[in-house]
């Protein structure tokens, strides 16, 4: 069983069975794998650069998310960008702002000599866009990347991160 981070109360608590809406309020998931705890937290601010990451996986159980884990580069398995605008005309946009967070999270890491795997989802994706992500893609710049739109999109980097 795993469990999710209430927004309104700011606390880790079991997933319901009836876990229907729990999206509505949820800051974060946490669960056990093969390869250990792993905790997904949305909305961090990451010491390591000072600038927020919209999705963030860690090396750790979720009650054992301190400050200091958030200060420690290899806690970090995986860190993403999510940008769910769906207005074509805006999508460029987006994508700048993700790609530019991106750079900032390669970069800071490099730093700790330490490379957490990047994704990035979105909801509009150009043609010129998913040319770049491509690129990015090929040339190990990017891990994974995903249409927000696209369920088999979502199945598939869902399962990817659970998998880390």
């Known amino acids: 069983m795993g469990s ?3 927004s309104e109360t700011n606390t ?3 997933l319901p069975e009836d876990d229907a809406d729990v999206e ?3 800051r974060g998931l946490g669960w056990d794998t093969g390869n250990g705890p792993r905790t997904l937290r949305y909305n961090v601010t990451v010491p390591l650069f000072q600038n927020n990451v919209d999705l963030s996986l860690f090396d750790c159980a979720a009650k054992d998310l301190t400050r200091d884990i958030l200060k420690t580069p290899s806690a970090y398995i995986a860190l ?3 940008k769910g605008g769906i207005d074509p ?3 460029d946009e987006h ?6 967070a991106l750079n900032r999270i390669h970069e800071a ?3 700790q000599k330490f490379k ?3 994704f990035f989802i979105g909801a509009a994706i150009e043609a010129k866009m998913a040319t770049e992500i491509w690129e990015m893609l090929k040339r190990g710049n990017l891990e994974n990347a995903a249409n927000l739109t696209d369920e088999d999109q979502i199945v598939s980097i869902s399962s990817w991160l659970c998998s880390l």
């Not at 994508?95 to 530019?100: G, M």
Request: aromatic share 14%.
């Open 4 to 6: 999710w981070l209430q």
């Open 12 to 14: 880790w608590a079991e």
């Open 24 to 26: 509505l309020s949820l």
């Open 80 to 82: 993403g960008e999510l």
């Open 89 to 91: 005309a805006g999508a």
């Open 95 to 100: 994508w700048k702002t993700a790609r530019t």
């Open 109 to 111: 890491f490099a730093k």
């Open 116 to 118: 957490p795997h990047t």
